[in-house]
């Protein structure tokens, strides 16, 4: 997936605003891979290991809007 991908890029960047940039495309990446996985979910019947993915995403969705916010109020 491109989220850690996008993350390891911001840890090289040049300023606040690139480290910003890349979190938010990592959030991007993440709000994506909820809705592929929600289709998963609805379309076929794998409800139990579908779910356990889709809250591991949520919480890596809060994670990354968190340091978002964090990283425009410095």
Do not use: P
């Amino acid at each position: 997936m491109s989220i850690g991908a996008n993350i390891i890029e911001a840890k090289s960047s040049s300023s606040r605003k690139e480290f910003c940039r890349y979190y938010q495309i990592a959030l991007r990446s993440a709000n994506e891979s909820k809705y592929w996985l929600c289709l998963l979910r609805d379309g076929f019947n794998v409800t139990k290991d579908v779910n356990s993915l889709l809250n591991e995403i949520i919480e890596i969705s809060k994670i990354l809007a968190t340091s978002i916010l964090t990283i425009r109020r410095k």
